[in-house]
């Protein structure tokens, strides 16, 4: 994280509250042993490390949380649930963050994987089931990275891997039932994001 | 698990990415005598992408196939490692009465969280002493990946050692071959990052196939179609990122299984891979 960052601290309870009501996770019970940064695969690209995240949370620096890389580069592996000593199931806490990111609408940190998340849904709804060829173009589409999957999409149509055609399922009325009765839908089409340069 | 007669999830990946598991999957049922019945009418898990949006959404999705199978009256088969991690964690949340109730007024109202969620490798793993092994797969020697969907969290998956599992290792030796002792087995392949953060599957993926490839590893067993797909498809990539010269092939178990089982490399479909298993299961005379 950068050093010396001006840090706005919230009403303690708002987030801690929130966090621990949304995961059933009990946050205060971590000590800051760090196992959980140290097995973290994906710790080395995060601005805050998870053991940092968790203490931020209990310090209610809701700002820098929700501001961070870390809860969009959590895949849920579930390396630091599965070695807690305290028990607290860490992906399950960055989960609740993205959950609390997506409903308040805050900017992203990592755009690009709101952006896909966000893509991968809209096929979902769409057609009931995941489809790469849609997800894959309308992702490349808008994150106006046109080249960067070409020559792979490429080689998977040649070996007959990308089906082009969309799935047909009747159960895809029902999903986009669900997605509408339980507010998931989100924009069709987010603020564009610029393609990133350095990844 | 005394049942032969499952109900079948493929999951949506097994229908383009992933074919050559639904292949490989049906044909040594098959040859086991498990009767393996596709689900009517699936719709998606909601993957990783529902339990980052919405709760209600990530249980809710599963719950209709849970349904399904449920009616079926048959323990539902997932092939999908990220399938099966969603059904498990679903069957698990419904455990909640607030939320069975909630979920069941999206499903249908018969629905009561009952079918019991199965991964293909216990299916096999379990008939592993009466598995008939006509083409042993001698000298062969096979990292076993089982990624993290399968092992964790093992409170909900009840899977197998979430730090050093052995099913697939022990599935290995029955097929003749020679499971290695390795440090990856359940370290994250950049799971659903390729699209967007492709530098990190790149290093994370580079860091275990360098140490199966120091190991002399012949090919790497996978059970979940995102680490296949990330770690066979992006070598090239890794290969030109880091300077190695990597070249293993990813295969399923279900592909490594029908082979020992004298099923034809055709009928698993080995021809789908990015790196061709052939030339390496020609030096050991399997293919």
Redesign the interface.
């Known amino acids: 994280m950068a050093t010396g960052a001006a840090v706005t601290p919230s009403p303690v309870s708002d987030l801690r509250t929130f966090v621990e009501k949304?995961s059933g996770q009990r946050i205060l019970d971590c000590y800051q042993c760090g196992k959980c940064s140290a097995g973290c695969?994906?710790d080395y690209?995060m601005d805050l490390g998870p053991r940092q995240i968790m203490r931020f949370i209990q310090l209610g620096l809701k700002k820098e949380v929700m501001q961070s890389t870390t809860i969009w580069?959590c895949?849920?592996?579930?390396?630091c649930?599965?070695r807690c000593p305290a028990k607290i199931?860490i992906a399950k806490v960055m989960?609740s963050l993205?959950?609390l990111a997506?409903a308040e609408g805050s900017l992203p940190a990592?755009k690009?994987?709101d952006?896909?998340?966000r893509t991968?849904?809209n096929t979902?709804r769409r057609y009931?089931?995941?489809?790469?060829?849609t997800l894959?173009a309308t992702?490349?589409v808008k994150?106006r990275n046109l080249f960067?999957?070409l020559g792979?999409a490429q080689?998977?149509l040649s070996?007959?891997?990308?089906?082009i055609m969309p799935?047909k399922?009747?159960?895809?009325a029902?999903?986009k039932n669900?997605?509408s009765?339980?507010?998931?839908t989100?924009p069709e089409n987010p603020t564009t994001v610029k393609a990133e340069g350095g990844? | 698990m005394s049942t032969n007669a499952y109900a079948y999830y493929p999951g949506c990946t097994l229908h383009s990415t992933a074919k050559e598991y639904d292949v490989s999957a049906r044909a040594v049922c098959e040859k086991l005598g498990v009767g393996l019945e596709e689900l009517k009418d699936w719709t998606c898990c909601g993957a990783s992408s529902a339990h980052t949006t919405n709760e209600m959404l990530a249980i809710t999705l599963p719950a209709r196939d849970l349904r399904t199978a449920e009616k079926m009256g048959k323990p539902l088969a997932v092939a999908c490692a990220m399938c099966f991690n969603r059904l498990k964690v679903t069957e698990h949340e419904l455990a909640d009465k607030a939320k069975l109730d909630a979920v069941k007024a999206l499903v249908g109202e018969d629905f009561s969280n009952t079918a019991e969620v199965v991964h293909l490798l216990q299916i096999l793993y379990e008939r592993r002493k009466t598995m008939v092994v006509s083409k042993p797969l001698k000298g062969l020697k096979v990292a076993s990946y089982y990624g993290c969907m399968l092992v964790r969290p093992y409170e909900i998956t009840k899977f197998d050692d979430p730090e050093n599992p052995q099913m697939m290792d022990k599935l290995m030796v029955t097929l003749g071959a020679q499971p290695l002792d390795w440090d990856f087995k359940t370290a994250c392949c950049g799971a659903s990052l390729p699209l967007t953060r492709r530098d990190i599957v790149l290093k994370l993926s580079h860091r275990l196939l360098v140490q199966a490839q120091q190991l002399g590893a012949d090919c790497l067993a996978v059970a979940c179609p995102m680490c296949q797909f990330n770690l066979d498809a992006y070598q090239e990539a890794i290969n030109q990122e880091f300077g190695s010269k990597i070249k293993i092939p990813i295969l399923y178990f279900t592909q490594l299984a029908g082979l020992a089982m004298g099923l034809s490399p055709h009928q698993l479909h080995l021809d789908k891979h990015i790196v061709d298993p052939m030339p390496a299961l020609k030096n050991k005379g399997l293919a």
């Open positions: 949304q695969p994906i690209a580069l895949v849920s592996c579930e390396t649930s599965s199931d989960e993205r959950i997506v990592e690009h994987i952006l896909f998340h991968f849904l979902i009931g089931r995941a489809h790469e060829f894959t992702y490349t994150s960067a999957n792979l080689t998977m070996k007959g891997k990308l089906a799935p399922v009747e159960g895809s029902w999903v669900v997605f009765k339980t507010k998931s989100r990844h």
